[in-house]
């Protein structure tokens, strides 16, 4: 597995560093095969209690700028850019499993010294964070999910049973890897009606991703789905920890990707979850409605005792 350094974007004249000010740090990872060690980026930004955003594909921090802003006077927020991601290291590997980022996310959290935090978790967020956090009830103060899941897609989704076919074809990788099909197309199409992505915020997805190198990053997660659905089920089904743990549900209701059909899993299997459905907002509420999702985290984190 061939280890490349991230773009460097800060440099690039479109870079919205009054936006994105935070200092970046990073962590060495263990180098695997040979390879050099390579680097994963976090954000840490602010004082008191943990609160830990893990997100998806093909976004990284920038995309929880707003919320960083808005919640860091309060909290010590942290969000790791995924290997592949945003400003961490590039791995090529388009066969790279979930069970690596759930690997680098511990590492992170035993670098970082954090034992009980609150957690934030989006798109792959779910499936990357909270396999761990099952097994350590006792590391998760409050949980916010946001437009998520922790199963296999085909038991919410009956039509990904016929669309697992296309996903796993080979004119689908090429699409992912020539055509840029994540950040150029589907995060567009993934927003609410009148929450468009303008030009400057799509250059910060699209352009970590140059070339078919970069690419097969994004592909190794649309691989994920197809390859560790039943594991996912499996794991949670063994959850029970998560149904003591207060959990706040924000979810954009017009996203197209990960249906509402989820959310409705979520509500029956933590019947005692706050909701906070957001219509006409597609997969990514947290930049669609920035305010309206702030809002909700802030007033749910502030009941935490402690």
Known sequence: MSIRPSPDLRRKPWFDASGYPFASRYLDLPARNGDSSPRLHYLDEGEGVPLVIVGGTPGWSYEWRHIVHRLSPRFRVIVPDHLGMGLSDRHGDPH?????????LQAL??????ESSHWIVHDFGGPIALPTL????????????????????????????RQRRILDSRIMSWLYRSTNLSPGLLMRRARGAGHRLGTVEARHYTAPFPDRFQRAQIHAFLRGILEEGPGLE????????FREVPTLLVWGMADPLVVPT?????RRDLPGAQVEPLDGVGHFPHEEVPEVVADCIEAFLSDARG
Do not use: D, K, T
């Not at 959290?109 to 954090?114: H, W, Y």
């Not at 916010?144 to 199963?151: K, R």
């Open 96 to 104: 790279f499993p979930l069970f690596r980022h759930r690997e680098n």
């Open 234 to 241: 499996a794991s949670w089904r063994h959850g029970e920890p």
């Open 109 to 114: 959290l035993r670098l970082l010294g954090v």
């Open 262 to 266: 989820h959310l409705e899993r979520w």
């Open 134 to 161: 099952a097994e350590r009830p006792a590391a998760i103060r409050r949980l916010v999910v946001m437009n998520s899941w922790m199963w296999s897609f085909e038991s919410v989704q009956p039509s990904f049973r």
